[in-house]
């Protein structure tokens, strides 16, 4: 199995990159912000330490323009979630580009809807090729971070922040959100959520709390032993299942659903419950479909 070829997902204009392709990390949680401001500090730490050469701005909320990244900012981020009023993590984004509106990977990035609140890391695809050092990040990622759930695999990375971004690029990636079912949401706010469970992906995280309702991890491998290509081991305190060895994108034109993300997808629906919500470049219809993509 080889990675799909991604030259041709993206765009650009004179400000930068419109959307670029992304191996994309989100976890999810509901806990408060104290519970939060030193696993998501940690995190960042831990980004820093092996993509902060390639990262250039960082942008927090309520300020109007990014400003250069320096490590000074890890501890800024643990200040403003201890400090923050609001239900979960502030608005806190790192990456590489020159502006808001040029925003490619590396990128790490916090926020939340209500009282649900996501992280998020982007990084080149090419990163999914190295397991080792993958499954390392991901487990001090989710050792630091109290996850409810989370999935990792390919998006279409672009900037929601930035008000021209937000008009230009729906349009431009709904098609390929259509065509290509391997791509997740590159905007975590809008899965986040998603209780219990958020659509499955290459690599789909569960909690703890989502673990002990399904038996444990050995119930987990029990209910998918049957399929030699999908894995099941420990994540911090929780999950990971992986289904192959690299993630795919699948092309509904061909015929191509993805059957290993479906076969998770079907064992999990049940605990994903109802859900609606509008996604970027998606009508309402449309997001219902996405959604559901692997249900069955």
């Known amino acids: 199995m080889t990675l799909p070829r991604l030259d041709t997902f993206h765009a650009t204009d004179f400000h930068g990159a419109l959307y670029t392709v992304s191996l994309q990390i989100a976890l999810y949680t509901r806990e408060p912000p104290a519970a939060l401001a030193a696993g998501a500090t940690t995190c960042l730490r831990l980004f820093t330490d092996r993509y902060g050469a390639h990262v250039r701005l960082f942008h927090r909320y309520p300020m109007r323009k990014p400003k250069p990244f320096a490590r000074r900012q890890i501890a800024e981020l643990g200040k403003v979630i201890r400090t923050t009023d609001d239900d ?40 999914a090729e190295d397991w080792k050092l993958l499954h390392a990040l991901l487990g001090a990622l989710g050792a630091a971070f109290p996850f409810r759930c989370g999935h990792v695999g390919l998006a279409l990375c672009w900037n929601d922040l930035s008000v021209d971004r937000d008009i230009e690029v729906p349009r431009l990636i709904g098609p390929h959100l259509k065509r290509y079912p391997g791509f997740t949401s590159a905007t975590p706010e809008e899965l986040c959520d998603q209780d219990p469970l958020p659509p499955v992906n290459w ?21 998918l032993a049957s399929t030699k290509s999908i894995s099941v081991m420990p994540l911090g305190k929780g999950v990971l299942i992986r289904a192959g060895d690299l993630p795919q994108l699948g092309d509904t034109k061909r015929g191509d659903d993805l059957p290993l993300y479906r076969k998770v997808g079907a064992y999990l629906r049940k605990y994903r419950g109802t859900q609606t919500i509008e996604l970027d470049g998606l009508s309402e219809r449309g997001s219902k479909a996405w959604l559901a993509r692997f249900d069955a």
Do not use: C
Not at 212 to 222: D, E, F, T, Y
């Open 88 to 127: 979960g993590l502030p608005s806190f984004r790192v990456w590489n580009g020159h502006n808001l509106s040029d925003y490619r990977a590396p990128v790490f990035a916090t926020g939340s809807y209500s009282d649900y609140s996501w992280l998020q890391v982007q990084v080149p695809p090419e990163a």
């Open 203 to 223: 690599l789909t995280l569960l909690g703890p709390a989502v673990v002990k309702p399904l038996g444990g991890i050995a119930a987990i491998r029990k209910k």
